[in-house]
């Protein structure tokens, strides 16, 4: 919906107005900011059992059930920016 609303404004009296101010935050009803998302991701990951680490969409569920509706690409997304590499390769052997 944020991309077919980008770039399309509301002229009215008061102004013109994006209309992507209309729509929603995409984490759902829980207002958090970009960074706050990031700082959460990268909390669950640094708290997870290193032999089993969690996966995109396990992490994915895990945020759901807090209320932050988001795919697991933007899991993914949010992981690769912050410089954490896949499930696979943070799998500590002992």
Known sequence: MSRAL?????CCPRGTIPLRKFISSP???TSI???GL??????????????LPLS?????????????AISRRTVAK??????????FARRSEK
């Open 38 to 51: 990031a700082q959460k991701i990268n909390g669950l990951i640094e708290r997870e059992d290193k032999q």
């Open 6 to 10: 980008r770039g399309k404004y509301l």
């Open 56 to 68: 995109d969409q396990q992490i994915t569920e895990m945020l759901a059930k807090s209320g932050f």
């Open 78 to 87: 949010y992981r690769i920016n912050l410089g954490i590499p896949n499930a």
């Open 27 to 29: 984490v759902g009803n």
């Open 33 to 35: 900011t970009n960074e």
